[in-house]
Structure formats: structure tokens, C-alpha cells
């Protein structure tokens, strides 16, 4: 049994991942229509996959889907979740949720009032490499979570209109924008935070969203953190990485965190490989290779979305988790702003 997808936005990274390598791949999911404000882009797309073109947001809630998947710009994340519940879609939405806490809460409540499922596009956590190191930390194997540092940094000039320079549009910048996605792995990893400490500026390009964030984080386990999204650096100078030591060893990672299915994943373990059933190679540092099947990220989540639909169970990555992201990454703002430190509610989003 398959479900019914209509794209609202899909002109983005609709056009670039979600569609080709998410909906049109996934075995549970069939692509009926789109629309995008961009009418070139969005006829294209409808040429390149065979959907129905919708001249309006109204058009594509008319039609006969069960799922709409929301790839706008932020700030249009509240109004489209609140519609397309409204008209009984279940919605897969893009990270971040809303641009606030508050427009968080009326997202999970305009799914909860209409009784659909709500899905947040934190699609890393489907990342094999990343699933390996989770149950390698998970089976004891670095001991105590003592640290993790998650990077995901690229080079964004300064482009007329891109709404990621306005916050007004975006919520924020570098941080909201990847700091999100770094936070909810390293929670993953971890658990939950309970403490953050912020530092962002614009250090190199002018406009109002910030080019650079740092965020220091303690988790409830008391494991320490670090995340560092910068806007200004040469792509190639940042190998985005990740970071996780225990009291028994660590998992380093480098281009795992990003868009594409492969990254170079060591564990260094003090009790050897014992028991990690994936492929293995000892490396000549000792380490041992973490290289599980990749798995394509987007097509993991459309499925896992999918599934629960018709399974009607909860998705894995719910708006609960969105939510909670959102609550984050505010923190890290007021942080930031306040020169203190934050401490989260606990269970706020439960
Ligand atoms: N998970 C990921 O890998 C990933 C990667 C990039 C972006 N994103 C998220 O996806 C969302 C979109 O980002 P993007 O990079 O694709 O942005 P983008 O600007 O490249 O694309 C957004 C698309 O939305 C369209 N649009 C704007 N207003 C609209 C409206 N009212 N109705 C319909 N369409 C409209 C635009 O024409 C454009 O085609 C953001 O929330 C972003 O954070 C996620």
C-alpha cells in the first residue's frame, strides 16, 4: 500500500533531494501533485516526475493526497502546516518547524486538533553511519558519554533576497539554519540538553542573520557538547564533523553530517571490536572503520513517515522532537543575546 505526497514548495530542496531520492524512491509513496510560487520551477518539476501542477496552496489541498510535505521558507512553515491540517493532510515539514517556540506549539496543535500526523524534516538521524555510532554508544562501547562536537559549516555569500539573510524570514541564521540539525544529533547521541551557552556575530558577510554561532551544551546525563555552524568559511575547509568520546573511546566522523549518504566514521575503543557485527576494517591508528550500507537519508524519512500513516503509529521523527529543536535553538538566541547561560525545562515538549 502506498501513500499520496503533494509538495508544497518544491522548487528547493524539494526539486534537489526529497523528491527524487525521498518520494519518488520510496517504496510506500507515490507523488500526485506540487506547487511552488515559482510556476517555471514548479511545472518543471511536475515535467520531470509525472505530478499534477497546482496553480495554488488551495489546488494542492483539494487534491486526493494523504501527505504534504512543506519545503518553504521558514517563516511560511506556520500558516501552510496550520492549512494543510486543516484540510486533513498529514504533513511532513521541514526543519526548523516554525520560526519560535510559540509557532511550534500551534503547528503540533493544528495537527493535534485535525487528528494528522506531523512529521520534522531532521532527516541526519536516518544516516546509517550515524544509527552505527548510536548503537555502538547505546551497547556501552565508549562507556560514559563524556563530550560530543557536531560542525556543519559552508560558505553563504551575501544573494538579494535569499531568505536566509533576513531573519525576519529565516527566524535566524547559521544557527537556525544547520545548528538546528547538529543539536538533534548530538541529542540522539546523548539525550536531551538541559543547559546552553551561545556565542554568534557576523564576522565576515553583512547581512542581518548571523554568520556564525558556537553553542556549549551540557546534557541531562552530563555530558558536555559543542556545536559550530559558520556561514563564512570556505566550503572545503570545513569537513563537517562529528565528535563523540566516552570514558572507553570515541567515534570521529568527518562529512557525515550533511546531505550526502558517506562519510569517513572511526570508532577508537578501548575493549577492541568485539561484538560490532557491521562491516570492519582495523585502521593503521588502531581505529576501526564504521562503514555500514548507506542508506539515503531522504528516502529513510519519506518512507518512515509513510509507514506510520499507514501503520497509524507515531513517526519516528514527530513534531514533539520539532518542537523541542525550536526550544533549543531559542535558548541558544536568548543565549546569545543575554550573555548567560540557559537552562531548558525539562519534558517541556512531552
Ligand atoms: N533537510 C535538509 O536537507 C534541508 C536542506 C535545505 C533546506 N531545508 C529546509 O527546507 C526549507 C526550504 O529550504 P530551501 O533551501 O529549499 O529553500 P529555497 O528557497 O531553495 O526553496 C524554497 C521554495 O519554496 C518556494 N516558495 C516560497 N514561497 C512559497 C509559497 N508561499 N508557496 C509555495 N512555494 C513557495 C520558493 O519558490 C522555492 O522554490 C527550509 O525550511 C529549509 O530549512 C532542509
Not at 518539476?45 to 512543506?70: K, M
Not at 570514558?247 to 561484538?275: H, N, P, V, Y
Request: overall charge negative; hydrophobic content about 40%.
Amino acid at each position: 500500500m502506498k501513500t499520496r505526497w503533494g509538495v508544497l514548495g518544491s522548487g528547493g530542496i524539494a526539486r534537489r533531494r526529497t523528491i527524487p531520492e525521498g518520494i519518488m524512491a520510496a517504496d510506500n509513496a507515490d507523488l500526485v501533485a506540487v506547487f511552488d510560487v515559482n510556476a517555471e520551477a514548479n511545472a518543471e518539476v511536475a515535467q520531470e516526475t509525472g505530478a499534477a501542477t497546482c496553480a495554488s496552496e488551495e489546488e494542492l489541498l483539494a487534491t486526493d493526497c494523504d501527505i504534504i510535505y512543506i519545503a518553504t521558507p521558514a517563516n511560511l512553515h506556520c500558516g501552510q502546516v496550520a492549512r494543510a491540517a486543516a484540510a486533513g493532510k498529514h504533513v511532513l515539514c521541514e526543519k526548523p518547524l516554525g520560526m519560535t517556540v510559540e509557532e511550534g506549539e500551534q503547528i503540533l496543535a493544528a495537527c493535534r486538533e485535525n487528528r494528522v500526523k506531523l512529521g520534522t524534516g531532521l532527516m541526519m538521524r536516518f544516516h546509517a553511519q550515524h544509527q552505527a555510532a548510536l548503537a555502538l554508544i547505546r551497547d556501552g562501547r565508549i562507556g560514559t558519554p563524556v563530550y560530543g562536537r557536531a560542525q556543519l559549516s559552508c560558505w553563504y555569500p551575501p544573494i538579494p533576497g535569499a531568505w536566509r539573510q533576513d531573519p525576519a524570514l529565516s527566524g535566524g541564521g547559521s544557527l537556525m539554519d544547520m545548528g538546528g540539525h547538529c543539536i538533534d544529533l548530538l541529542e540522539m547521541f546523548f539525550g536531551p540538553a538541559k543547559k546552553v551557552s551561545c556565542m554568534t556575530g557576523n564576522l565576515v558577510h553583512s547581512y542581518p542573520s548571523e554568520d556564525t554561532a558556537v553553542v556549549v551544551l551540557e546534557f541531562e546525563n552530563g555530558a558536555k557538547g559543542c556545536v559550530d555552524n559558520l556561514f563564512n568559511v570556505p566550503d572545503a575547509s570545513s569537513k563537517n564533523r562529528l565528535e563523540l568520546y566516552g570514558s572507553k573511546g570515541s567515534i570521529l566522523a568527518d562529512g557525515t553530517i550533511g546531505q550526502g549518504e558517506i562519510g569517513q566514521m572511526t570508532a577508537f575503543l578501548d575493549a577492541g571490536d568485539k561484538g560490532y557485527a557491521a562491516q570492519q576494517e582495523r585502521s593503521e591508528d588502531g581505529g576501526m572503520a564504521i562503514a555500514p550500507a548507506p542508506v539515503n537519508m531522504y528516502r529513510a524519512e519519506v518512507e518512515a513517515f509513510a509507514q506510520a500513516v499507514l501503520d497509524d503509529t507515531d513517526p519516528p521523527v514527530d513534531g514533539k522532537i520539532g518542537l523541542w529543536s525550536q526550544k533549543v535553538l531559542a535558548a541558544c538566541y536568548e543565549s546569545a543575546s543575554t550573555c548567560q547561560t540557559i537552562c531548558l525545562e525539562r519534558g517541556c515538549c512531552k
